[in-house]
C-alpha cells in the first residue's frame, strides 16, 4: 500500500499554513520517545495495576517476544513474552502465557539481575557469564516470591541474601510482578536482565533471552517531564489546527 503524505492536500493552503503543518510534524516527533535497539528496552514510566490481565500494558513495554524466548515444557511452566515497565518505587513484569498456570504449580520462575552491569561482580555459574547481582524468585508451589542478592564467597557460589517480598498478581494466562526497586542495589539506570524457569515438574527449562549473549538491558523510565508533555501536546493541536484549515481550504475549493 502506498503511503501518502498530508501535505499535497494542502495545496489550496497558504504558505503559513503549509508552514504550520510542518512545524507541528515536527513537534510532535521531536516528543516522541527514541526507538531501542533489538534486545534492549527503554523503559515507559507507568504504575501497573496487578490484576492478572494485560490492560494496563502496552505493545511497546515488550521486551522479550516469543521468537527471542526458548521455550520450556511442560506449556503451562513457559511463556510467549516479556513486558517491563516502571514508576519511581517499582519495576513491574507480566509473563504471557500460552497454557493456564498459577504460582502453585510446583516449578520456579528466576529473573536474574544484573544491577551493576558489569560481569565481574556477581554470580556466574554454568554457562550464564554475565555477572548477575540480583535475583526475583516465584512460585515453586506457592513457597516463593521473594527477592535476593548474590552473596556468594565467588562467583560460581550458589549463595543469596534474602531482602523481601515482590507483589505478585495472575490469571491463567498472565503472571504480574511488582518488584521494589529499593532491592535492587542499582548503580546507574540500567539492569540486564535474564528470565529462567526450572525445578520441579520441568522437563525443559525455557530462558529469554536464549542465549546469553543476547539478554536485553533495561533503562529505568524517569517521570515524564512536563517540558515533553506540553511539546506533544502542542504539536498535536498545531496538527488539529492545520486539518481544520486543509478542510476549510477544500470546501472554498468546492464552491468555485
Not at 565467588?154 to 521494589?180: C, F, H, K, M, R
Not at 504539536?235 to 468546492?254: N, P, V
Amino acid at each position: 500500500m502506498k503511503t501518502l503524505s498530508p501535505l499535497p492536500r494542502l495545496s489550496g493552503a497558504s504558505e503559513r499554513e503549509r508552514t504550520l503543518l510542518k512545524l507541528a510534524l515536527i513537534l510532535v516527533a521531536l516528543a516522541l520517545p527514541d526507538v531501542a535497539p533489538a534486545g534492549n528496552l527503554a523503559g515507559r514510566y507507568a504504575t501497573i495495576t496487578l490484576d492478572g490481565s494485560s490492560s494496563d500494558w502496552q505493545p511497546s513495554d515488550v521486551m522479550y517476544f516469543a521468537s527471542e524466548i526458548a521455550a520450556g515444557a511442560p506449556l503451562a511452566s513457559t511463556f510467549t513474552s516479556v513486558s517491563v515497565a516502571n514508576d519511581s518505587s517499582f519495576v513491574y513484569v507480566a509473563l504471557q502465557h500460552p497454557a493456564p498456570t498459577s504460582i502453585l504449580d510446583p516449578w520456579t520462575y528466576n529473573l536474574y539481575l544484573d544491577t551493576d552491569m558489569t560481569s565481574t561482580t556477581g554470580f556466574n555459574g554454568g554457562w550464564m557469564t554475565g555477572g548477575y547481582d540480583h535475583l526475583v524468585q516465584y512460585g515453586a508451589g506457592g513457597g516463593s516470591y521473594s527477592a535476593f542478592s548474590f552473596n556468594g564467597a565467588a562467583q560460581s557460589d550458589w549463595g543469596w541474601n534474602w531482602l523481601g517480598l515482590i507483589s505478585y498478581s495472575y490469571s491463567d494466562l498472565v503472571t504480574e510482578w511488582a518488584i521494589p526497586i529499593s532491592a535492587l542495589g542499582l548503580t546507574t539506570d540500567q539492569m540486564r536482565m535474564e528470565f529462567n524457569v526450572t525445578g520441579d515438574g520441568v522437563t525443559a527449562e525455557t530462558w529469554a533471552y536464549q542465549y546469553e549473549s543476547g539478554v536485553g538491558t533495561y533503562t529505568i523510565a524517569t517521570v515524564p517531564e512536563p517540558g515533553s508533555l506540553s511539546l506533544l501536546a502542542l504539536g498535536i493541536g498545531a496538527l488539529f489546527m492545520a486539518a481544520k484549515t486543509a478542510r476549510r481550504c477544500q470546501r472554498s475549493a468546492g464552491r468555485h
